[in-house]
């Protein structure tokens, strides 16, 4: 067992993961079964990974997110997992949300949705010393699950490494009516980081 209580060790993932997936083409067969399944063995190799599966749109091959769910400490655990990734047909496998464009997104936690345009982000510090302040329209109707699903869209507005290797402190307000001033939206906060 390693830190955290994972296994050091991609092996048994990868044995139980590759079969699997190679009986998987589209998001149809991604059944709830197999997701739950997914999430307890990667959990398994490391408590605190997370995953997300998409359809590549220009490729049509499905691809496995492994992700560090925003914890520095997990990168390393997250890169030697996909490094261990055996080449499975249909299927990519990357390492860290990648950075995507936020326009008209919106994520759902529990019984809360945040859309991209409910979320606007105060940017200040440089280089790998960024600091976010992200103000959520109606954050504090429900904190918790507002909150996870706003982080996610900043996430994957900046990507996950970009918010792991350079934002050293991220702050968390509430907002009603119009932007606060001195804030950008998600669709421009990777443009806004400074170097």
């Given at each position: 067992m390693g830190l955290l209580g994972g296994r050091t060790d991609p092996t048994a993932f990868w044995a139980w993961f590759g079969p699997e997936a190679a009986r998987r083409r589209g998001p149809e067969d991604l059944d709830a079964a197999f997701l739950a399944d997914l999430r307890s063995r990667l959990r398994t190799y490391g408590r605190r990974l997370d995953?997300?599966?998409?359809?590549?749109?220009?490729?049509?091959?499905?691809?496995?997110?492994?992700?560090?769910?925003?914890?520095?400490?997990?990168?390393?655990?997250?890169?030697?997992?996909?490094?261990?990734?055996?080449?499975?047909?249909?299927?990519r496998v990357t390492a860290l949300r990648p950075a995507r464009d936020v326009a008209g997104t919106a994520v759902r936690v529990g019984d809360?949705?945040?859309?991209?345009?409910?979320?606007?982000?105060?940017?200040?510090?440089?280089?790998?010393?960024?600091?976010?302040?992200?103000?959520?329209?109606?954050?504090?109707?429900?904190?918790?699950?507002?909150?996870?699903?706003?982080?996610?869209?900043?996430?994957?507005?900046?990507?996950?490494?970009?918010?792991?290797?350079?934002?050293?402190?991220?702050?968390?307000?509430?907002?009603?009516?119009?932007?606060?001033a001195g804030t950008v939206p998600l669709t421009r906060l990777r443009a806004a980081l400074p170097d």
């Open positions: 995953h997300e599966i998409g359809l590549r749109p220009a490729t049509d091959e499905l691809e496995l997110v492994v992700s560090a769910d925003g914890r520095s400490s997990e990168v390393p655990r997250v890169e030697a997992l996909v490094a261990a990734a055996p080449d499975i047909p249909g299927w809360e949705t945040v859309a991209a345009d409910d979320v606007v982000v105060a940017v200040s510090g440089g280089g790998d010393a960024v600091v976010l302040t992200a103000w959520v329209r109606d954050l504090d109707r429900n904190v918790a699950d507002r909150m996870r699903a706003a982080h996610l869209l900043v996430e994957h507005a900046l990507g996950e490494r970009t918010l792991v290797e350079r934002v050293v402190a991220f702050d968390w307000q509430s907002y009603g009516g119009a932007a606060p």
